[in-house]
């Protein structure tokens, strides 16, 4: 049963988007169950979140529970070898996690953005890619996208504005973004 302190999410393109000549708006995101953030999105693992086609290879997906926001991107057709995804709560207030063989992040100061950080993210997750030893043997893994949890803490306002940057192809959403300036981002917003 959701509490009072529990936290819808609903989630909105803050500007129009052309997806296939439309403007796509995505709907209330029900409360949810947790996900295993590994890239391999498990049978109704994301049936209770609310999706949206990014173009005809990328599907976005968004749910949350009372700690976290869950979201995901799944590849449809070709892979990606890594992601940056910018995140911001206000025009000063910008982060970017970093997705490929390590996960990394860092912060917007003084108009530029800092050094990366490598592997010592505290209020997020997400799944890297790349090679490992098991038994004694190199395995690889082959992720079928990318998939975060980030604490709901991250900011202190509950409207979170993202764009998203793959890599090994290049994809950028919304493609008339850049770093530096959440404009044009679109916006998730978190309420309680």
Known sequence: ???KKNV???LFLAISIHINSSTSEIPEVPF???ILPNGKFSQNEWS???SCLFCDSIKFYVKQDEN??????KFLQEKHSGIDLYLADSKTNLKNLHISSALGERNFKENEWEEFVWGENILWTGNSIGSFYSDGKMQFLDPDGFEFQIDNTLFKKKSW????HLKRPEFIYPSNTNTDSKENWFEIELKE
């Open 1 to 3: 049963m959701i509490q």
């Open 8 to 10: 819808l999410l609903i």
């Open 32 to 34: 949810v169950n947790n």
């Open 48 to 50: 209770d979140a609310d």
């Open 68 to 73: 976290y926001v869950y979201l995901a991107l």
């Open 161 to 164: 504005f993202l764009r998203i």
